[in-house]
């Protein structure tokens, strides 16, 4: 298991969580975005910087994807595309997308895209809170162990 960040717009404390994660386990990070920013020195942790444009960081964790990797992002289709390809896909509020419930996701932005197109001020999403970081951490660490049970020699 890889795990590939939506880096541009995760929020800071979740980063701080991932690379902790990253070194206590040994998986492998991947930050992706098209700004530059910095990372901890760690042989874990890495980072590519994509040009800027619609989609470009997307596009970039999609094509170095694997089966079973792990995409954290908020961006619903980004996390459509991940699951279509055998990831899986983590919001940063700690929720686990999934067959079940991508397509609900889907339906549900794509009408608030709508009302926003048409003038309607729907307003953004609330900071993110205690609880949302220690679901995030929780389903990582989950997320994780069941990783490297799976793949322990036994």
Do not use: H
């Amino acid at each position: 298991m890889k795990i590939w960040v939506d880096a541009d717009a995760c929020p800071a404390v979740i980063k701080e969580i991932l690379f902790k994660a990253a070194d206590r386990v040994g998986v492998p990070l991947t930050l992706v975005a098209n700004q530059s920013m910095q990372i901890p020195s760690s042989k874990n942790i890495s980072f590519i910087l994509v040009s800027s444009g619609f989609d470009v960081a997307d596009n970039e964790i999609v094509k170095r994807l694997d089966v079973g990797d792990l995409v954290i992002t908020a961006d619903i289709p980004l996390a459509a595309e991940v699951i279509e390809k055998g990831g899986l896909a983590l919001n940063p509020r700690g929720e686990l997308y999934s067959p079940d419930n991508i397509k609900a996701r889907l339906g549900m932005r794509d009408f608030m895209e709508t009302l926003r197109s048409s003038g309607i001020q729907t307003g953004g999403p609330p900071a993110l809170s205690q609880n949302d970081r220690q679901r995030f951490a929780n389903n990582l660490d989950k997320l994780i162990t069941r990783y490297v049970k799976n793949n322990s020699p036994d």
